[in-house]
């Protein structure tokens, strides 16, 4: 079974919600995943990192940027990028914004860039969005390829709605088939 770890910067709950969707389908693809808040981490964390075959990075877009904890994370793999300990591993990406005309994209270049660096395989989506755009269920939010991009509401007691939650779970399971493909 794959070994798939979603690293995530939790914010106000809204990123946790998705990861913990993406790691039920991962579940359903008979995939092993472990959720990492990379706010609080551990030696434990750090070791499921290193021993995973894929590593799914979630962050809420924050003024057009990934969130600073997450930042703050990747600064701390820079020892791991220098001597590529992640090179060939599955990589994926996710982000939450509060409104939609926030730049989610720049979110998820920024995880892909990241990725990139460390020698890593990225996945995008590979559900096509509904063709008219009166339609109100979106298979991924429009123009995003790269990754997840779910929309919270500025409230931070709004969770995710139930369209994005399902575009987590499809985008789940596009990392598993990934990930066997890869790991073949």
């Not at 946790?16 to 092993?32: F, H, P, S, V």
């Not at 793999?77 to 060939?88: E, L, P, R, V």
Request: charge should be negative; include cysteine.
């Amino acid at each position: 079974m794959p070994n798939i770890a979603i690293a995530y910067a939790a914010g106000p709950g809204q990123t946790r919600r998705l990861a913990e969707e993406i790691a039920k389908a991962l579940g359903q693809a008979d995939c092993n995943a472990r959720l990492i808040d990379v706010e609080v981490m551990f030696r434990i964390d750090w070791d499921a990192l290193e021993a995973s075959d894929a590593i799914v990075f979630g962050a809420p877009t924050v003024l057009g940027s990934a969130a600073a904890t997450f930042k703050s994370f990747m600064e701390d793999t820079a020892d791991i990028a220098a001597h590529q300990g992640w090179a060939d591993k599955i990589a994926a990406g996710f982000t939450v914004v509060a409104a939609p005309d926030d730049d989610c994209l720049a979110t998820l270049r920024q995880l892909a860039g990241f990725a990139a660096r460390h020698g890593m395989v990225w996945v995008g989506q590979d559900q096509m969005a509904a063709p008219d755009a009166a339609l109100s269920e979106w298979v991924h939010a429009p123009d995003v390829w790269l990754g997840l991009a779910a929309t919270a509401g500025p409230d931070t007691t709004m969770m995710i709605p139930d369209g994005d939650l399902d575009r987590a779970r499809r985008f789940g399971l596009r990392i598993a088939r990934a990930t066997r493909r890869w790991s073949l």
